[in-house]
């Protein structure tokens, strides 16, 4: 289970997160959703090491990791798949997934059939060059990658972001079938409601920094969480 207390983080005088306070279970997905600039991104960065937390405290499987950096809260289980995908342009698809082993023990260096068996397309262009690929197939590669690295909580930002419809109706299945399996605890980032109501088991709602909502599925409104969304 992750545990986020109270996190306040800080881009220096200006503060992006306020006592920021939620949990992620292995087996569920939790959304945390917000309009542009609220902070959803922050509190990733926050979570995955990719920025210090000024105060509060992250706890991922009964560990306090708020002073680990990224690279060591990769080798714990934690992958994030960045808003705006991050795939290396120049490189293959196998080469792009390989750069998921950099936090894997030397014996565990390989692609499994798992990352083809979940899409498939990745298998026929591997040696295609990343930036060759569509949007769609790009944000599936970058998720391969993440799942490369046998992660037991997956970040996901804005996964849905300029994707084309049929594409996020194949990344709903793979999230909703990666939170079945029942050992991966899911983040999920997103402002499309409809995806995020379809897959979250619950919700965190932000604004200015903060989480103003937020529960179970089964006890959220939609025009409550809405409210947060519109401009």
């Not at 990343?130 to 992660?151: E, F, V, W």
């Not at 996964?159 to 999230?175: F, H, L, M, N």
């Not at 909703?176 to 991966?184: C, P, Q, T, V």
């Given at each position: 289970?992750?545990?986020v207390?109270?996190?306040?983080?800080?881009y220096?005088a200006?503060?992006?997160?306020?006592?920021?306070?939620?949990?992620?279970?292995?087996?569920?997905?939790t959304?945390?959703?917000?309009?542009n600039?609220v902070?959803?991104?922050?509190?990733?960065?926050?979570?995955?090491?990719?920025?210090?937390?000024?105060?509060?405290?992250?706890?991922?499987?009964?560990?306090d990791?708020?002073?680990?950096g990224?690279?060591?809260?990769?080798?714990?289980?934690?992958?994030?798949?960045?808003?705006g995908?991050?795939?290396f342009?120049?490189?293959?698809?196998?080469?792009?997934?390989?750069?998921?082993?950099a936090?894997l023990?030397r014996?565990?260096?390989?692609?499994?059939?798992?990352?083809?068996?979940?899409?498939?397309?990745l298998?026929?262009?591997?040696?295609?060059?990343?930036g060759?690929?569509?949007?769609?197939?790009?944000?599936?590669?970058?998720?391969?990658?993440?799942?490369?690295?046998?992660p037991?909580?997956?970040?996901?930002?804005?996964?849905?972001?300029?994707?084309?419809?049929?594409?996020?109706?194949?990344?709903?299945s793979?999230?909703?079938?990666?939170?079945?399996?029942?050992?991966?605890?899911?983040?999920?980032?997103?402002?499309y409601?409809?995806f995020?109501?379809?897959?979250?088991?619950?919700?965190?709602?932000?604004?200015?920094g903060?989480?103003?909502?937020?529960?179970?599925k089964?006890?959220?409104?939609?025009s409550?969480?809405?409210?947060?969304?519109?401009?």
């Amino acid at each position: 289970m992750l545990i986020v207390e109270k996190i306040n983080l800080h881009y220096g005088a200006s503060q992006a997160l306020r006592d920021v306070s939620f949990t992620v279970k292995k087996g569920q997905v939790t959304s945390l959703m917000g309009r542009n600039g609220v902070g959803k991104t922050s509190t990733l960065r926050g979570v995955v090491g990719q920025h210090s937390i000024s105060s509060g405290k992250i706890t991922w499987e009964g560990e306090d990791i708020s002073s680990l950096g990224a690279a060591e809260r990769a080798r714990k289980g934690i992958a994030i798949v960045p808003q705006g995908r991050d795939i290396f342009p120049l490189l293959t698809v196998e080469e792009n997934l390989k750069t998921g082993f950099a936090c894997l023990p030397r014996k565990d260096r390989k692609i499994s059939d798992e990352i083809y068996d979940v899409f498939p397309v990745l298998k026929n262009m591997l040696n295609r060059r990343g930036g060759d690929l569509s949007g769609g197939q790009q944000q599936q590669l970058a998720i391969g990658r993440a799942l490369i690295t046998k992660p037991r909580l997956l970040v996901l930002d804005e996964p849905t972001e300029g994707i084309q419809p049929s594409i996020i109706k194949d990344i709903a299945s793979v999230i909703s079938a990666l939170r079945d399996r029942g050992d991966m605890a899911i983040l999920l980032v997103e402002q499309y409601f409809e995806f995020a109501r379809d897959l979250a088991d619950s919700f965190a709602v932000m604004d200015r920094g903060e989480i103003v909502l937020q529960g179970l599925k089964k006890d959220m409104h939609e025009s409550d969480v809405r409210k947060y969304l519109t401009v």
